[in-house]
């Protein structure tokens, strides 16, 4: 109790700061079984029935060589509104996605295994379970996965950036800035017919499925996401140590996890969207790779190492209040170099909330933590 009583009086810098002294008691900020939860919101702005939620959990601290590590089980789920009086062949209503990280006490992932699962509306289920593993002097990871029954492997460098430090290691760490992308998708329209195409939103369109001309209809899936349970703040908390030593600001590379390469048959996508480095279902990324029918082990190209990685800021800004569910807190507010943000920490060094752009209308949206209340 003492302990508690300790941290939770001294500044966010020295709770930081001295997360290396606190290694017997909490590990970047997590007490061992500590679990944290994130949920979409606002309630009142979210499509009919859509839901996002993730999880984090630190399961274990071990020491391998002298030196701490920490494994982390991660989760997440997304469901879509049902369509209104119609079946489309291969939308994506529901994804499932499961697995774990191991990290050092620099936040470095040393390991990512995770599985995904996409319901497709009159299809079944797609699957596919990813897993890297850190080799090669910390230089690169070994990737495995499986889709459609094929076994792939493939080298993924990690690219040089000047906060990375091969030796240690540090510098790197898990989290898909991009991904909060997957919560703002682009309205699809389809007519009874079968045809598809992109509808963008307007300001005054419903955010719910309805007729919009003869034999047409309007739904929403996530055919076109990267991989969302990354759009994880639980793992963004892991790397808000760097930033309080930063002295207030910090250049970070992030690791983007990827689901499955590649695809042998020419003809048939995988998914919604067919193949991708980001993985089956994706749109638009600019980022394609044709099929490979005969190969089953890609090297760094034609998917280059920078796929992997993105490169953000972090500033902290100032201190202020925020909402958080039914509580108002004061909590640091950090800003992001890109079009998502801003982000709000904890005096602990956990990251509460993240704004996400406004839908066109106004409307708001967030991915915010839970209090244990609400589990």
């Known amino acids: 109790m003492f302990l508690v009583v300790v941290v939770l009086a001294i500044s966010a810098g020295a709770a930081l700061g001295d997360a290396q002294s606190l290694q017997g008691e909490r590990f970047l900020g997590f007490e061992i079984g500590e679990e944290r939860r994130y949920v979409l919101g606002p309630d009142d702005d979210l499509d009919r029935s859509e839901q996002a939620i993730w999880s984090i959990r630190l399961d274990e601290v071990f020491e391998t060589g002298g ?155 996530n055919s076109g996401c990267e991989e969302s349970m990354f759009a994880h703040l639980g793992l963004l908390s892991l790397a808000m140590p760097a930033l309080w030593e930063a002295q207030g600001e910090r250049q970070y590379l992030f690791f983007t996890s990827m689901g499955a390469i590649g695809e042998p048959d020419s003809t048939v996508g995988f998914g ?36 992997y990685h993105q490169t953000e800021t972090l500033k902290f800004m100032e201190r202020v209040s925020v909402q958080i569910g039914s509580r108002t807190i004061d909590a640091w507010l950090i800003d992001i170099s890109n079009r998502y943000g801003p982000i709000y920490v904890d005096d602990d060094g956990g990251v509460i909330r993240m704004d996400l752009p406004p839908l066109p209308g106004g409307a708001e949206r967030w991915i915010r933590m839970l209090w244990p209340s609400e589990f």
């Not at 590590?69 to 209104?84: C, D, Q, T, V, Y």
């Open 67 to 221: 030196e701490p590590e920490g494994m982390f089980a991660l989760s997440h789920e997304w469901a879509a509104p049902p369509p209104i009086g119609v079946v489309i062949l291969g939308q994506i209503r529901n994804v499932e996605s499961a697995g774990f990280v191991r990290v050092n006490a620099h936040g470095f992932p040393l390991m990512i295994q995770f599985q995904t699962i996409r319901h497709l509306d009159g299809m079944g289920d797609e699957a596919y379970p990813v897993n890297y593993q850190l080799e090669d002097d910390h230089r690169r990871y070994e990737k495995r996965t499986t889709a459609n029954g094929k076994r792939w492997y493939q080298s993924v460098p990690i690219r040089r950036h000047s906060t990375v430090d091969f030796d240690t290691p540090s510098g790197l760490f898990a989290f898909l800035p991009s991904a909060p992308g997957c919560l703002d998708r682009p309205v699809r329209s389809y007519d009874q017919a079968g045809g598809a195409y992109l509808q963008p939103r307007s300001a005054g369109s419903s955010s719910t499925p309805q007729i919009i001309a003869p034999k047409t209809i309007r739904i929403t899936d």
């Open 272 to 307: 919604a969207g067919g193949s991708t480095p980001y993985g089956p279902g994706s749109f638009g990324t600019g980022r394609s790779m044709r099929p490979q029918p005969s190969m089953s082990r890609l090297e760094g190209d034609p998917l280059s190492n920078s796929s």
